[in-house]
């Protein structure tokens, strides 16, 4: 079956601690993507790969970081920097660029408490 | 960097009525144009793209219309039915990765 997986479903963190967000692919895409959702708001672009070790920051990139070592692979660390970490975070491949369609996880909530 | 603005951020229609969604955008790079759907707690699942050298692309009940000159992008969907209650999301994307909008909330009442 082929698709992302994202895990946890749900995450808990306390203040001052950094967390990994999980996100695997077997669709042979080469760009993923990891994504911000807040309440009744769009997603913004946390940071994006098009290819192995390679990534770009996207619009909202700071208190995070990713790391491409495999193709199949994008984890997303929140870090204590990162001021208002709790929301909905999604992550997304496509099988090159932007403008091909992108196929999304079911996503992780991390909650700071 | 692209942006994209969508309108309305709610939408109630009453069971067998149509459903419109509006977006523009910002760049005129842009050339992909999806359109996502996405139910509580899930991830978003594509239900129709268009591209920059289309004018109009149907799929059953849901139609997707691009004015390039203008810079907009509406979704239609027709005979609206409970199951199209959800989250709508626009996007456009120049090349890097999607840009999407703020979403519409539809309620299709039975």
């Known amino acids: 079956d082929g698709g992302i997986t994202q895990s946890p479903k749900y995450l808990f963190r306390k203040e001052g601690q950094n967390v990994t967000l999980s996100c695997e692919q077997n669709l042979n895409h080469d760009a993923m993507y990891w994504y911000r959702q807040d309440p009744g708001q769009g997603l913004r672009l946390i940071y994006y790969?098009?290819?192995?070790?390679?990534?770009q920051k996207g619009d909202i990139a700071e208190g995070y970081s990713v790391s491409r070592e495999k193709k199949e692979s994008f984890p997303l660390t929140v870090t204590s920097a990162q001021k208002n970490p709790t929301a909905f975070y999604l992550c997304a491949s496509s099988i090159a660029g932007g403008n091909t369609e992108a196929f999304f996880g079911q996503g992780t909530r991390l909650t700071v408490v | 960097g692209e942006n994209v603005e969508q309108h309305p951020s709610t939408l109630s229609v009453q069971e067998g009525d149509s459903a419109v969604i509006k977006c523009t955008y910002s760049d005129s790079a842009s050339n992909y144009f999806p359109w996502y759907k996405q139910e509580l707690g899930k991830g978003p699942q594509l239900i129709i793209d268009?591209?920059?050298?289309?004018g109009e692309k149907k799929d059953q009940r849901i139609a997707v219309t691009l004015n390039k000159t203008a810079k907009h992008f509406s979704l239609h969907i027709t005979e609206t039915q409970p199951e199209d209650s959800a989250v709508y999301f626009c996007?456009?994307?120049?090349?890097?990765?999607?840009?999407f909008g703020s979403g519409t909330r539809l309620q299709v009442q039975p």
């Open positions: 268009i591209r920059s050298n289309v």
């Open positions: 996007a456009a994307s120049p090349r890097r990765a999607l840009t």
């Open positions: 790969s098009q290819i192995v070790n390679d990534f």
